[in-house]
């Protein structure tokens, strides 16, 4: 895992030395069935939390809550609020369990960014948002990770909205694939105003998703030929 602190390496990844940096050991969540199971990406936003300062009546928002990983670490560490927001029902349920059998509050509610903008502002924003590059539409039963033919339809919108879900003072983390253009995110949350950077790398084999589509990942420039590792990357943005 790398920091902020060590910088960019440049050229294309399938030519460089493959490092597989462990992510470190999530808590044990409940998951209700057909909910995003927490994985390398999960696991490499929360340890990002973990240096967060979360100030003292923090309200923090975890969009795309899933099971609900990020709002039980950002409850654990202390912030007041934790608003947990996602579009499928079975995923609200889980979080439900995961912060009742914990004694956390954590406030599950069913919506989208929409949804997160009417009730903000907030002290902490963090999002493990569907980004995966998909050449088909997207289906209920791939919601939890398939964005579009470039991986931005929630990236997008949500780098847009950052100022506004933040207040003055506040800090967003975002985690994403850098097969779905880390370089638009940076210019997106600088263009609101943020100060944004990559605080987090890890670099990962293939999972069976990106493994099944290597052709269109291919043909759509977004990996080398023969590229099958991919680089997961942290944003954090100040407002
Ligand atoms: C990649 S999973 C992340 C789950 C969890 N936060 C984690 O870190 O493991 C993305 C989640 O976003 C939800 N989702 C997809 N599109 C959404 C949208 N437009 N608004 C809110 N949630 C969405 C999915 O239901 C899924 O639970």
Known sequence: MTTSAEPVRPGPLAARPVVHRPVPALPRLLRLPGVYRPQEDTALLASAIGDLAIPDGARALDLCTGTGAQAVTLAARGAETVLAVDLSRRALASVRLNALSRGLRIHPCRG????????????????????????????????????????????????????????????????????????????????????????????????????????????????????????????????
């Open 112 to 239: 989208d960014l929409a949804t997160a903008v009417r009730q903000g502002p907030f002290d902490v924003v963090v999002a493990n948002p569907p980004y995966v590059p998909c050449p088909a539409p997207t289906v209920r039963a791939t919601r939890g990770w398939d964005a579009g033919g470039d991986g931005r339809a929630v990236l997008d919108p949500l780098c847009t909205a950052a100022d506004t879900l933040l207040r003055p003072g506040g800090t967003m983390l975002i985690v994403h694939s850098a097969l779905s253009d880390v370089d638009r995110s940076l210019t997106l949350l600088a263009t609101r105003g943020l100060r944004a950077s990559v605080v987090r790398r890890a670099r990962i084999p293939f999972g069976p998703v990106l493994s099944g589509r290597t052709e269109f990942l291919e043909a759509a420039g977004l990996i080398e030929p023969g590229q099958r590792v991919e680089e997961l990357v942290v944003l954090r943005a100040d407002r």
